[in-house]
């Protein structure tokens, strides 16, 4: 065979097999990218963003019978619908205001407190309020500007501030608030209250099978399906 022409197919093979690697590349980088500002319920040891975060779901399973990444609610929404990954900023018995467990200062780890951690996803999930709840957290007046240092310690306040302040701060991102079920009525109204101020989708969870108060394997596919569905809608 003439050597030009081998040398011709040569590169004409390469120059193939380099379009298709870039265009696979392309391909997984185009993926949507999904963020999660949580607590105890979207927590797993060793996917945490920072890694100093509280966890409460681990490898060997201590009060569920969740002991794999793979059963966790955002692990399989994420790798059922062709997402990729970006943060996980979930921080075990964190509050969304700065008021914790006892009237206990929480501003290390409220939702308010790490919500500019997430990345440039695309999507961004915060599934939060359960511990406000289960606190007794004060929960102040709805108020949607002019926040004071003190209202940050109650809940409506710090839930108007926090969903104002994601707004702008990662626009063209859809923003999703994923609400609990079990939690008292004066939570459950005020998050839908302020959810419904600032236009941002509220999934309400419905009839999720729990152990010792946190999902459990058919809990977290129960959460996923849910989300799935208020998506479709």
């Known amino acids: 065979m003439n050597t030009n022409l081998i040398k011709t197919m040569k590169r004409t093979t390469f120059t193939m ?7 696979i590349l392309c391909m997984g980088q185009s993926r949507k990218s999904v963020s999660i500002l949580g607590d105890s319920y979207s927590t797993f040891e060793g996917y ?3 890694d100093t975060n509280r966890i409460w779901y681990w490898k060997q399973p201590k009060k569920t019978d969740v002991n ?6 955002w692990h399989k929404f994420i790798s059922r619908n062709g997402y990729r990954l970006c943060v996980n900023n979930s921080f075990s018995g964190s509050t969304i205001c700065h008021t914790g467990y006892r009237k206990e200062d929480y501003s290390d780890r409220s939702f308010i407190t790490r919500m500019n951690n997430l990345g440039c996803p695309d999507i961004i999930f915060i599934f939060g309020a359960t511990n406000d709840s289960w606190a007794n957290v004060p929960m102040g ?3 949607y500007e002019n926040w004071t ?4 310690y109650q809940f409506r306040p710090a839930m108007a501030y ?4 994601m707004a702008e701060r990662y626009p063209n991102v859809e ?7 079990e939690l008292s009525d004066k939570i459950t109204e005020s998050a839908k209250t302020v959810c419904a101020h600032y236009g941002i989708g509220c999934i309400e969870l419905k009839d999720i099978d729990k152990q010792n108060g946190h999902p459990s394997i058919k809990g977290m596919e129960q959460i996923t399906e849910q989300i799935e ?5």
């Not at 097999?17 to 265009?23: E, P, R, V």
């Not at 926090?162 to 302040?165: E, G, I, N, P, V």
């Open 68 to 73: 794999s990444v793979t059963q966790t609610w």
């Open 175 to 181: 923003l999703y608030f994923i609400l609990n079920n």
């Open 149 to 152: 240092k003190e209202e940050l």
């Open 229 to 233: 569905q208020y998506l479709k809608q």
């Open 141 to 143: 007046e709805y108020k």
């Open 48 to 50: 945490l963003q920072p």
């Open 162 to 165: 926090m969903l104002s302040d």
């Open 17 to 23: 097999l380099l379009l298709l690697s870039t265009s």
